[in-house]
């Protein structure tokens, strides 16, 4: 019988074996906490994030179904606790977290140190746009503090010799990660203070994790950042991190190769489409001041000729001619016109039967007559009633109307007037009746 120490396994099978200890092991979701320290969004929607302790780290996957059930959005830096399950992945040999669930348990320990000091130094003023020192537009001496080694200072070079090929560069060599980056770049940035010939520094790093930007929060990389006489840009770790000392700079790039290009705005080729763009200026300039010369003395010219007696009566004559054209041509036209309407008529006339077309027309007129009387009667009844309405109505307001009954209305000074109170001995007043008016003047007066 073969012994079991001595049997081959194949990589599938062991791998199988593991995945069934680690998920038998962990049958039902799982509550684990830790710090969101990597996060990546990949075209799919779905999250791949690494969840890390003091001491170890583990890989986890949100599926893109789940991102949006999530009571929070996770985000590096944040400490949370997360609802998932351990499931072991064989084809690679590599287990994960499949999350659930994801709730805020603190900010994680580097974030939270990013941001109180972010707030000291924002309420000092470290932050404000207005202490920020503006780029040389025409930088002639360009200092570099980065690693001697990666790509970084390779693509910051290539660009600045392509776009200034005439700039002096100094390259000052710093660790750009682990406990002794602050320092060196704070010695890096007083040596070229003192020295005091650079027109800009720059700053800069590649991506990395939160952990290896950790030294880039350092309050006094900050504070010499702040205090340096000569502009600096920074461009440190990916597009979507954000360190003291970007906020700290003059001016923030994204990547070390937007560094270059910013502090390189205005290159040699630019200078050179400058002045080529002002000397095109120039000979547009001249040449329109030439054409204007010349404008205006073929304008003298052409004054002189109109004004010769013979060469009006051709242009008159011309004109006569061209008028006569073009009514011949008017005329032609409108002939042609009206030849075309003439035959559609008649093809018109043709392809329809008069007799049938008469007897609707004479249909439809009847109809139409009939709906025309009885809309006319409607609106002449609808008018009879409002004209008695009126008619009523204005009689019953009417103040002649009280004469039909005997009464009169007594005038004094051209007012009526109602009261004896009103009168005095040799008034003139007027008395209107229902058919004319009387004329009399006051002999006696008698009050009840």
């Known amino acids: 019988m073969e012994k079991n120490t001595d049997k081959i396994y194949s990589v599938s099978e062991i791998n199988y074996h593991v995945k069934e200890i680690i998920e038998y092991s962990f049958d039902n979701y799982i509550m684990v906490e830790g710090e969101i320290s990597q996060m990546n969004v990949a075209q799919s929607g779905h999250i791949y994030i690494t969840l890390k302790d003091k001491n170890s780290t583990v890989r986890c996957t949100l599926w893109s179904t789940r991102v949006s059930k999530m009571q929070i959005y996770p985000e590096i830096g944040l400490k949370a606790i997360v609802k998932c399950k ?23 320990e580097f974030h939270e140190i990013f941001e109180k000091l972010k707030l000291k130094l924002k309420d000092e003023g470290l932050f404000e746009s207005k202490f920020k020192q503006e780029l040389p537009k025409y930088p002639n001496s ?3 503090i980065t690693s001697l080694t990666g ?10 010799e392509r776009r200034l090929p005439n700039a002096n560069i100094d390259i000052y060599a710093c660790s750009v990660q682990g406990n002794k980056c602050s320092k060196s770049i704070i010695k890096q940035l007083i ?16 991506g990395g994790s939160l952990e290896d930007l ?21 461009a440190i770790g990916h597009e979507t991190d954000t360190t003291i000392a970007d906020l700290v700079s003059d001016v923030r790039a994204a990547t070390p190769s937007e560094a270059a290009e910013i502090i390189s705005k205005i290159s040699i080729q630019d200078m050179l489409i400058f002045l080529k763009e002002q000397t095109r200026i120039s000979e547009n300039n001249l040449n329109n001041i030439l054409k204007n010369y010349k404008y ?18 051709n242009n008159f ?11 011949k041509s008017k005329i032609l036209s409108n002939l042609i016109k009206n030849k075309e309407i003439i035959n559609s008529k008649n093809n018109s006339i043709t392809l329809l039967n008069p007799k049938n077309k008469i007897t609707e027309l004479e249909s439809k007129i009847l109809r139409q007559k009939e709906s025309i009387n009885n809309s006319l009667d409607k609106i002449l009844n609808c008018y009879k009633n409002s004209l008695v309405i009126k008619n009523n109505t204005i009689n019953n307001i009417n103040p002649l109307s009280i004469l039909n009954k005997g009464y009169s209305i007594v005038y004094k000074d051209n007012k009526v007037v109602n009261s004896a109170s009103s009168f005095n001995i040799n008034d003139d007043i007027k008395i209107k009746v229902i058919d004319g008016d009387i004329f009399s003047k006051i002999t006696r007066i008698k009050k009840n």
């Open 86 to 108: 351990v499931s072991f992945y064989e084809k690679n040999g590599s287990y994960q977290l499949d999350l659930i669930g994801i709730k805020s348990a603190s900010t994680g």
């Open 296 to 313: 205006s003395l073929s304008n003298s010219k052409n004054t002189i000729e109109n004004c010769n007696p013979e060469n009006k009566l």
């Open 214 to 234: 950790i030294e880039y929060n350092d309050e006094f990389l900050a504070r010499q950042i702040y205090n340096s006489r000569i502009p600096i840009v920074t």
């Open 151 to 160: 790509s970084v200072i390779q693509d910051i070079l290539k660009i600045i």
């Open 191 to 206: 040596t070229i203070n003192k020295k005091n010939i650079a027109d800009i520094i720059i700053i800069a790093r590649g």
């Open 317 to 327: 004559s011309q004109t006569i001619d061209t008028y006569t054209e073009a009514l």
């Open 142 to 144: 360009i200092s570099i």
